[in-house]
């Protein structure tokens, strides 16, 4: 397995199988160019297998934090640690650039993330309620 940073629009589309929807070239360019968002791609025999986003978030007055955004791993890679190693290697990146933690929001019953979080060495800290502003069914980005 090989890890490394998605640094062109075309790997981002050539892993769109790994996303929850087909990814867009210009939505993958503007995340390519955001400073602070992260996509690590685990390629398996050069496939890619799985993948992490990560987004820096800084506040005057706490400094860096590394969201974990998203994780994801192809069905026949699952269950060989590549969600553990994809964790591990956002958490580290994050220790290179500073950030005082790394924190995912994850739904209580989601036992495989939940398990795979912790074997990458997070650990809960409280109840977590997630509250939204949902714009309806708005496909091409243009809303607030």
């Known amino acids: 397995m090989d890890i490394r940073p998605a640094s062109t629009v075309g790997e981002l589309l050539a892993a769109g199988r790994l996303f929850d929807a087909q990814p ?6 503007r995340f390519l160019a955001a400073d602070g968002h992260v996509m690590l791609i685990a390629y398996v025999d ?11 978030m800084l506040h005057p007055d706490k400094g860096t934090e590394m969201c974990l955004y998203e994780l994801g791993v192809d069905e026949p890679f ?5 969600g553990k190693a994809l964790t ?3 958490v580290d990146l994050a220790l290179e650039r500073g950030c005082y933690d790394v924190w995912v929001g994850v739904e209580p019953d989601n036992e495989a993330a939940l398990a795979t979080y912790e074997a990458a060495g997070a650990r809960a800290d409280g109840r977590f309620a997630m509250l939204a502003w949902e714009f309806g069914d708005d496909t091409d980005g243009s809303q607030p």
Do not use: D
């Open 46 to 56: 050069g496939v890619p297998a799985g993948f992490v986003s990560g987004i820096e």
């Open 78 to 82: 699952r269950r060989r640690g590549i």
């Open 88 to 90: 591990r290697a956002l």
């Open 24 to 29: 867009r070239a210009e939505w993958a360019a």
